[in-house]
């Protein structure tokens, strides 16, 4: 048989855990391929990068969903467990769980529209698109985003200090306050009426940026920037970098353009891209290369 698609393996994966123990994809990858009763070779099957087998890799992919939408949870690390909303869709006994299914619960919602407004049916998209490089960037774009929600996820739960690194190496590998080291030992140090720390703008120290930094869910509003703008003119400071976990309200982005001091507002999102674009936090893991004709070398002299 063909090697079943992500959404056709959400059910299954509910399924296992329905034990209510804890588990691994490790585990629910070997029995779900007796389940299927996979042969060895499609087992072994890889994606094109090689890397990854395919099946593991969808198995994972039903995983995500599954805790997106809130059916499973992840106590910690590398283990997964069904939650009381997951217990609950299989007394309903479902035929099948799919994303249609998993859209009526406000978290997965938020999970595929948080990001860049797409199109939900991107698969669509893929199948009416007239050129493979559509395709390819489509598919890569998609891959991001999904990166990028996982890190925001990841963001939300690390620890305080764990954030405080992960904001200054970001800012660092943007071209800011020189060293590592020397970044380091700013932030997280001032606490001077709401500002966090502080981190040079460039690695000879002509100017210092001061900066706030603030793991929350809740949108920011005006206030808090009022009140950060407000340390910054107590520092004699011109330029100040608020820093998120979750978003800006549109009061909050009128205000910065309105007044003197320079604030640079980075929410969640951002900050996610940021990471991957300065590889904080992520590996890359497959690389490829689009080629084309060389017309020049068919011509003859």
């Known amino acids: 048989m063909a090697i079943p698609d992500y959404q056709t393996?959400?059910?299954?994966?509910?399924?296992?855990?329905?034990?209510?123990k804890e588990h691994t994809i490790h585990e629910a990858v070997k029995f779900l391929a007796d389940h299927f009763k996979l042969t060895e070779e499609e087992k072994k099957e890889l994606l094109p990068s090689g890397h990854q087998e395919v099946f593991f890799n969808r198995v994972g992919w039903a995983r995500t969903y599954l805790k997106k939408a809130g059916l499973l949870e992840a106590p910690k690390r590398g283990i997964f467990k069904i939650t009381d909303r997951g217990k609950k869709i299989l007394r309903s006994s479902p035929s099948e769980i799919n994303n249609k299914l998993?859209?009526?619960?406000?978290?997965?919602?938020?999970?595929?529209?948080?990001?860049?407004k797409r199109d939900e049916n991107s698969e669509d998209i893929i199948e009416q698109i007239k050129?493979?490089?559509?395709?390819?960037?489509?598919?890569?774009d998609n891959l991001r985003n999904e990166l990028a929600n996982e890190l925001l996820d990841h963001l939300k739960r690390c620890d305080p200090s764990l954030f405080e690194k992960i904001v200054i190496e970001v800012l660092v590998k943007m071209g800011y306050g020189g060293s590592l080291r020397d970044a380091g030992k700013a932030i997280g140090k001032t606490g001077d009426e709401g500002i966090d720390g502080i981190i040079k703008?460039?690695?000879?120290?002509?100017?210092?940026?001061?900066i706030q930094a603030k793991r929350w869910d809740n949108t920011i509003g005006r206030p808090e920037?009022?009140?950060?703008?407000?340390?910054?003119?107590?520092?004699?400071?011109?330029?100040?970098i608020f820093i998120t976990?979750?978003?800006f309200?549109?009061?909050?982005?009128?205000?910065?353009?309105k007044i003197d001091s320079k604030i640079i507002l980075i929410d969640g999102e951002q900050l996610a891209d940021y990471m991957i674009d300065f590889n904080v936090g992520v590996a890359a893991t497959s690389t490829y290369e689009l080629k084309k004709i060389d017309s020049d070398y068919f011509l003859e002299d």
């Open 201 to 210: 703008e460039d690695r000879l120290g002509l100017d210092i940026i001061y």
């Open 245 to 247: 976990t979750s978003d």
């Open 249 to 257: 309200s549109k009061d909050a982005l009128d205000f910065t353009s």
């Open 9 to 20: 393996l959400m059910l299954p994966v509910l399924s296992f855990a329905s034990d209510e």
């Open 131 to 140: 050129t493979p490089e559509e395709a390819f960037e489509i598919a890569y």
């Open 225 to 240: 920037i009022q009140k950060f703008a407000g340390a910054l003119q107590g520092q004699r400071a011109r330029k100040g």
């Open 102 to 116: 998993l859209s009526q619960f406000d978290e997965f919602k938020e999970f595929k529209t948080r990001r860049r």
